[in-house]
């Protein structure tokens, strides 16, 4: 196994793994987080129950909006996926400004400044 893991002097964390097979375990693990969030998400993007009265919705949706803007946070913030184009395959690199993770390619792209 052999993964490395180096700091550049602008700001970012790579992960990279040559294994061919790793890195197939480490696509199907990702597809299975990627999974589980999606699932998430659509649990919290069911609307609250009707029978509830005004205020109690509202303040149920704000818990759901805070709930999802943290699940989505934390899903970013994982290297499980590229923050722009979703890619699961290649390795990522994390912008230490954002915590996002980023492929190669929509890195080069996309920076915060
Ligand atoms: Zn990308």
Request: with cysteine.
């Amino acid at each position: 196994m052999r993964q490395e893991s180096s700091k550049l002097k602008n700001k970012q964390k790579i992960r990279i793994l040559k294994n061919p097979r790793l890195r197939k375990i480490r696509y199907e693990l990702r597809t299975l987080l990627t999974l589980e969030y999606k699932k998430r998400m659509k649990e919290l993007n069911k609307n609250p129950d009707t029978s509830l009265n005004y205020d109690e919705r509202k303040k149920k949706l704000k818990i759901i909006l805070k709930d999802r803007e943290k699940l989505k946070l934390t899903f970013h913030r994982s290297p499980i996926s590229c923050w722009v184009c979703g890619d699961r395959m290649n390795d990522l690199i994390q912008d230490l400004d954002s915590l996002f993770w980023f492929c190669v390619n929509c890195h080069q792209d996309f920076r915060f400044y």
